[in-house]
Structure formats: structure tokens, C-alpha cells
T-cell receptor, first 115, second 113 residues
Framework: GDSVTQMEGPVTLSEEAFLTINCTYT??????LFWYVQYPGEGLQLLLK?????DKGSNKGFEATYRKETTSFHLEKGSVQVSDSAVYFC??????????????FGQGTILTVHP | KAGVTQTPRYLIKTRGQQVTLSCSPI?????VSWYQQTPGQGLQFLFE???????NKGNFPGRFSGRQFSNSRSEMNVSTLELGDSALYLC????????????FGPGTRLTVL
């Protein structure tokens, strides 16, 4: 079945440091890939998405490229801010009837950014 | 456009009771999915409804059920609550052709004592 594996956390960085959160996946066919962010006490917010191989999703300085050859969708940001502190989830959606409305999530990575 | 709303935001129940959670999707969205989030199991898919029909179901016992109304609002019900049902329950809505791009509500925090 589908699965998503994220790098072990938590991740602690200083402000303006470079961020990478690794994400790899297993899925049949050509899934769509997503990064969601969850701030304390809130639901999930869609950060970025990519729907086919070599697509690059980007938003608020975050980027991720859909790499089919390595089945990866790593999240990067060149200069993090304290306000980026949150939990980040990588997720996939497979095509096909058995996947209606279903996102498969990684375990989440806690990011803490210090001033 | 208003986002996904969930009520109530917090709920405390005791073992053996049942509970009903409500979700109102973004206007125009006809699909509603439900997820359970716990520290141990992470985010797990419960079920998805589209046009009042359940199209997909995750691997949860029959105590977990749901329904969708003609206005796309959805409810989920958990009967005979167990301690392990304590979790954040999230619903998400999406348009019919959106690559499963889902928009989440703030969740209902259920505590079972």
C-alpha cells in the first residue's frame, strides 16, 4: 500500500538557517504530493503541492520538487524564521477509486526555530 | 470564502458514551474526508463522503461511522467510546476534481475519560 516516510525529528535551527526536511514515498502509479503545516492548536494548512514528476511546488519561500526516480519530495527553505516553527507533514494522494478523498501522511517533523 | 468549520472544538466524554462531531465544508465543495490524529499513530484516514455517499473507508472499527447531508455538511459518530479514541479529529473538504487537494478545519479535540 501507499506510505510516506519523513526524516526523524525534531529539527532545531537558528533563524536564517537553511532548512531541509526529507520525504520519500511508496505508491503505485503517479501520486500527487503535498506538504502541509500544522501550527499549535490548529488544523493542517496546505503549504505546497506537485501533481506530476519534476513539478516544483513553492509557497512562502518553501520549495519541493517531485522526483519520481528517487520517489522523493524534500521540503527546503533558504532562510527560516521563528514564525516557521510548526509541524510539517508530507502527504500523498494516489489516483484511482480506492483513493477517493484519502491522503496518506508521513509521521510529521517538528521544526523549532530560535532567534 | 469561509473555510472548513468544525463543531464542537473540544469535547470530554466518558468510556461507553457516544459522540457526534460536525463538519461544514467550504462552500461548493462536495467531498468531505475525516481523519484521526494521535501522537502514537499520526494522521489516519477514517472515511470520505461525496454527494451523501461514502466512497472510501479507512481501517477503523464499525464504531466509527459518518454521514453527509444534501448541503454537504458531514457528521461522524463514534459509539461505545474507548480511552484510545482520545484524539484530534480533523475534517477536510475538496472540490470534485482537485487531485485530492484538501482543505482542513481546525479539528475537534475529543478526550475520553
Amino acid at each position: 500500500g501507499d506510505s510516506v516516510t519523513q526524516m526523524e525529528g525534531p529539527v532545531t535551527l537558528s533563524e536564517e538557517a537553511f532548512l531541509t526536511i526529507n520525504c520519500t514515498y511508496t505508491a503505485t502509479g503517479y501520486p500527487s504530493l503535498f506538504w502541509y503545516v500544522q501550527y499549535p492548536g490548529e488544523g493542517l494548512q496546505l503549504l505546497l503541492k506537485a501533481t506530476k514528476a519534476d513539478d516544483k511546488g513553492s509557497n512562502k519561500g518553501f520549495e519541493a520538487t517531485y522526483r519520481k526516480e528517487t520517489t522523493s519530495f524534500h521540503l527546503e527553505k533558504g532562510s527560516v524564521q521563528v514564525s516557521d516553527s510548526a509541524v510539517y507533514f508530507c502527504a500523498l494522494s494516489s489516483a484511482g477509486g480506492t483513493s477517493y478523498g484519502k491522503l496518506t501522511f508521513g509521521q510529521g517533523t517538528i521544526l523549532t526555530v530560535h532567534p | 470564502k469561509a473555510g472548513v468549520t468544525q463543531t464542537p472544538r473540544y469535547l470530554i466524554k466518558t468510556r461507553g458514551q457516544q459522540v457526534t462531531l460536525s463538519c461544514s465544508p467550504i462552500s461548493g465543495h462536495r467531498s468531505v474526508s475525516w481523519y484521526q490524529q494521535t501522537p502514537g499513530q499520526g494522521l489516519q484516514f477514517l472515511f470520505e463522503y461525496f454527494s451523501e455517499t461514502q466512497r472510501n473507508k479507512g481501517n477503523f472499527p464499525g464504531r466509527f461511522s459518518g454521514r453527509q447531508f444534501s448541503n454537504s455538511r458531514s457528521e461522524m459518530n463514534v459509539s461505545t467510546l474507548e480511552l484510545g479514541d482520545s484524539a484530534l479529529y480533523l475534517c477536510a473538504s475538496m472540490t470534485s476534481g482537485g487531485y485530492n487537494e484538501q482543505f482542513f478545519g481546525p479539528g475537534t479535540r475529543l478526550t475520553v475519560l
